[in-house]
């Protein structure tokens, strides 16, 4: 069995520390056990131009509009893709992970087959965690999106094993004068093996419930006077004592989520992307009326021709 780290703090900085504390305690358990720091990769960010998804939606094999040797995002994905377990380890940069990891998520698109682009929804079984640190307690978008990459990373498929955040640890390195958190991550990668050594399909969650029991986060939205789990979609009301909200009254299964066959196929379906797919040609692109293409073409000539960009001064 192989775990990956990805490390996206500081060299031999506090998130660092406590991922190689969770690597330390796999490799103990039998596993492989690797790690990067994605700072030392170089990942153009995705400039939102489709291919990666008309090609999935053919069924065709996905790739980008940068070639693989334009950058290591390739490279990444292929550790990933040999990877049994995966654990992010992060800092807080104001209240969410650093933007890299978003930006290695936003390209991992293009190196994933999304389920249900190739009439299948089985995947890989395999199993992520997340270690957080801020310096502060300014947190709150932190693990929910933490959570996310990991999740999505592997296929969008509900598999988070464990999750610890720390706060108020600022200087580089001071979480080795606490030996609770120490001691915490090294649980975090038996936890990560032991859900990795399960026989059963379903992966049991070990860290700190959040307000979400599918996911685990604790952000929610209100839609249609209803509450949702802002990361899994999970639906249900609230549950309000002395006029105070006390719970949540969670009403459907963890088929009723993102991280579901129907989540995705949801996700795919023509009512949520409100446009026709040109099953036809395919599905490569959407189906518009003739009146609507030459609105959008002449909106599209109109607004290009109005304010120039300004471009970065280089030498
Ligand atoms: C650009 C930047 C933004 C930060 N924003 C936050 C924040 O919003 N909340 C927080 O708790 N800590 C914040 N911090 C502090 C780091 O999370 C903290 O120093 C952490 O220990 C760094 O982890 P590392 O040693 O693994 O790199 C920020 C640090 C930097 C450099």
Redesign the pocket.
Known sequence: MKVLGIAM??RN????ILLKHALKACEEDGAEVSFFRLHDYHINPCTGCELCTKLGRRHEERHCMYPWDADDTRQIADMIEAADGLILAA?????MPPGIGTVMLNRNHCCIDVPGHRGDYSFKRRVCASIG???????SLFMPILNFIGTEMLGSTMHLADQMKL?R??A?GMVLCNKEALDRATQLGHNVMTELKREEEVVVYHGEEGMCPICHNSIVVIRNGRMACAICDYEGDPVIEDGKIKSIKWDCGIEGTRWSPHGNEHHDSEQFTSVKFDKEAGGVGYVFTEEQQKEMAEGRAKWSKYLEPVMPKRK
């Open positions: 703090g500081r900085g506090n998130s660092e800092p807080a940069y104001h209240l640190v801020g310096g502060s307690d300014w947190t706060h640890t600022p580089v």
